[in-house]
């Protein structure tokens, strides 16, 4: 009863959510679910312990950014192993690896937790969460993760599907989501289409197509509808391209320590 609502684009998706101000914290309703998906200390955020709640446009794409499954599992579903870190740190480096230069500058850590509903992963300032057992789907952990040797390419530019029959197949591509979460560190917010979609089915791999081949997107879309194979083999040397340069410049490093994987540049 003590709590004040306030309005504001917490995500950068153009969309408003509301939150409530309480001795000091704001929750956050991030996607609109009707559940808080997290508290941020507002002295931190707006640096004043005693400013008014404000409406507006924030854009605070890296302060809480969740993607979602894009339904529930089937009810009779078993439920699935959770993932270590063991299991996150190959996935991780070709993430970063795969994604434009940018990250290198930063310093962040990533925790496997048991995320609300059918999120999937969340990041917050520095810190990312992958959920430990893809909202009850299963992840799919790619053994040769710097290929994509069981997705073909599917109908939207940039878009994967894994082959039937495949492990990918009904499990949810842990690459997609970690270079999602990475993406958001690096500002992007929310969008309908590409790397950046809000919600992620089972069996479906995003490229960052927009990092790798800004300049030629209209190309690549007249070269995806005309062949979609030779289009995905274009952009698959330009990842590869971007990993030389990238191994050849500075090594990555990650440590797993209490808990958390952390990752830094030598």
Known sequence: SDATP?????????VDQIGTWRNGWFSLDMDGDGQWDSSVDKSFRFGRSDAAPIIGEW??????????AAHAPPADQPAPAAITLADLEPIVEEAVLRLPSGLEGLSFQIHIAD????????TSGNTIWIDHNAAGFGWFIDPAPADNSQFRPATRVGELEALPGTD???RVDLL???????AHLLGHG???HGLMQPALEPGMRWLPIDDLAPADASA????????????????????AANRREKQSDRELQLQA?????????K
Do not use: C, K
């Open 115 to 122: 995320l609300a509903g059918l999120r999937l992963g969340q």
């Open 168 to 170: 990918a197949a009904q």
């Open 220 to 239: 690549l879309e007249i070269a995806w509808a005309d062949s979609p194979h030779g289009a995905l083999a274009w952009l698959d040397d330009l990842a």
């Open 59 to 68: 854009s605070l794409s890296t302060t809480l950014a969740a993607l979602h």
């Open 176 to 182: 997609t989501v970690v270079m999602h979460e990475f």
């Open 6 to 14: 306030i309005v504001g684009d917490w995500n950068g998706d153009g």
């Open 257 to 265: 320590v209490d808990e958390a994987l952390l990752l830094y540049w």
């Open 190 to 192: 929310h969008s309908e």
